[in-house]
């Protein structure tokens, strides 16, 4: 439904009123002609000429109502408002102020403000001076100041983020505050490449040694990334394409998955844009680039990554038994219990997103064409890189702020970069990709996509019974109600042999039923 303004249905009614006016005027005139006709009938010769010369004189209608009507809407049109403005008191530097007061008395009101700390901010401001998205602007102070409101508004949600309140709490107008927030937005992609680096040499080792830790089984340390997703939820219904972002959580929402190191809980690799109603292992496939596109060139041969259920199978992939076989066996559940003590780590690296970045509980952005869909996804995209390069600057109290009420005792990261790791390791990686691609076109030449299908999810089989006999050996525990067989098939052994008697009674049925057809 097309909306109008107060100033487009004024003009409206103007218009009405000059074509009214022009009509009653038309109608005025023709009534006086006729009138004078019709006297003019009766008088002599000697009025006749006088009567003429009268016509003559009023032959064109009086338009002074529908001219003065016509002046008034070429005035309106000119002007922005139909009355005058009362312009408010805006103080654009109240923000900029603020944070220099708090940044040496309250560091937390400044993280409050600014969702990171003091020299996170300043040092992102150096960065984001040097892009494109801030050339333009000259003043240092106000590139800190566009950037201020823009991290303030990613950082608020609900009512809190609406465009008038912020306004009003930065001491800008309304345009300036979606003017900046996209700048923001925009410089902050730029960065992505710079700020969004794998994990150097030094944070896998740390990694490995957290993991070895905390499972107290050494080859579980070859799995050192944790993977996850989660719902961004959408403040309104998209115009486009609603029933695509119609998640089974019963919002309209976007999907985005995460890869974290659990030591630190730091992103490494991002896959962002995908409606909610795609499901995980459709968003964790899509990556064009990273571990999902070419994974031995992260990822040495024999280790993997943790995920959760619905990520299907790969082989460099762990994931977990499924949830209802896993209560009905001591062993399935055991290994998920220790399973789940490691990709927490994931769930936690979401909290620690969502709770710096609080725009991403609700995006309030209206999604009525597939640039503003592009725009959500680079939105969501810059929360990600901001918070990955104010992580940085943490301490383990922000991080256990920022995650509320879920404890962390892992250590944050300092800055890494992913060029201070040695070029030989890198070398070594890109030739075993390129091995690995050869080995595995000899492997599966000429499968169809079934077998090659089975081909992967024997291989992610295969790797988590090789972890699942490692933990029960490092624990000293031995299989309960289980066999290789069944764990394969994801269940124990009873569910197994009450699975295959069903088959067999079943067949025995048919058979039965066909003989007796015969």
């Known amino acids: 439904m097309v909306r109008y303004s107060e100033k487009d249905l004024f003009l409206h009614e103007v218009e009405d009123a000059i074509v009214v006016a022009r009509m009653l005027e038309l109608q005025r005139h023709d009534d006086k002609v006729s009138d004078s006709s019709s006297s003019l009938s009766g008088d002599d010769e000697s009025s006749s000429s006088d009567s003429e010369s009268w016509l003559d004189s009023d032959d064109e209608p009086d338009h002074t109502l529908s001219n003065h009507l016509i002046q008034a809407h070429c005035l309106i049109t000119q002007e922005r408002y139909l009355v005058d403005r009362e312009h408010d008191l805006t103080d654009s530097g109240r923000i900029m102020r603020l944070l220099d007061r708090y940044a040496s008395t309250n560091v937390k009101l400044y993280r409050g403000m600014v969702r990171m700390s003091p020299e996170a901010f300043e040092d992102l401001t150096e960065r984001l001076r040097s892009t494109n998205a801030f050339r333009s602007t000259i003043d240092f102070n106000r590139v800190r100041l566009q950037i201020a409101v823009g991290l303030y508004r990613m950082g608020r949600s609900g009512n809190g983020g609406g465009v008038r309140d912020i306004a009003i709490q930065c001491g800008c107008s309304w345009g300036s505050v979606h003017s900046w927030t996209a700048k923001t937005i925009e410089g902050l992609n730029e960065l992505n490449k710079e700020v969004m680096t794998f994990a150097t040499e030094d944070e896998r080792a740390r990694a490995k040694a957290w993991v070895q830790e ?66 995980d292992s459709r968003v964790w496939a899509s990556g064009t680039h990273g571990i999902v596109a070419k994974f031995r060139l992260h ?81 969501i995209q810059a929360c990600i890189i901001a918070h990955t390069f104010a992580s940085r600057y943490d301490r383990p109290d922000d991080v256990a702020e920022y995650l509320k009420d879920q404890s962390s005792t892992g250590e944050t990261a300092p800055e890494p970069s992913y060029e201070d790791a040695t070029e030989e390791a890198r070398r070594v990686r ?63 052994t009873a569910s197994l042999e009450l699975q295959r008697s069903r088959y067999r009674s079943r067949t025995a049925a048919r058979r039965a039923q066909r003989a007796s057809q015969a």
Not at 241 to 252: F, Q
Not at 318 to 347: C, Q, T, W
Not at 432 to 445: K, M, S, V, Y
Not at 456 to 470: I, N, S
């Open 299 to 379: 990822l040495d041969e024999g280790e993997f990554v943790w995920v959760d259920a619905g990520y299907g199978y790969s082989s460099y992939t762990v994931g977990p038994y499924g949830h209802k076989n896993s209560e009905k066996s001591r062993d399935l559940k055991h290994f998920n219990y220790m399973l789940s003590r490691i990709r927490i780590r994931a769930e936690h690296g979401i909290g620690y997103l969502k709770g710096r970045f609080q725009c991403l509980s609700g995006y309030r952005g209206n999604l009525y064409r597939e640039y503003d869909h592009r725009q959500a996804a680079l939105a």
């Open 214 to 279: 905390k499972s107290g089984v050494e080859a579980w340390g070859r799995g050192w990334l944790a993977a996850g997703g989660t719902h961004i939820n959408l403040a309104w219904k998209p115009a486009l394409n609603a029933r695509e972002h119609w998640s089974y959580k019963g919002d309209y929402t976007f999907n985005v998955a995460l890869v974290v190191l659990p030591h630190s809980l730091r992103i490494v690799e991002s896959v962002v844009g995908h409606p909610g109603s795609s499901h």
């Open 430 to 492: 890109r030739d075993n990709q390129i091995q690995f691609e050869e080995d595995l076109a000899t492997a599966t030449a000429g499968f169809t996509p079934s077998q090659l299908s089975k081909y992967r999810a024997d291989a992610a089989l295969d790797l988590r019974e090789e972890m699942t006999v490692a933990l029960f050996e490092e624990h000293g525990r031995d299989f309960q109600d289980t066999t290789v067989e069944s764990r394969r098939q994801g269940m124990s």
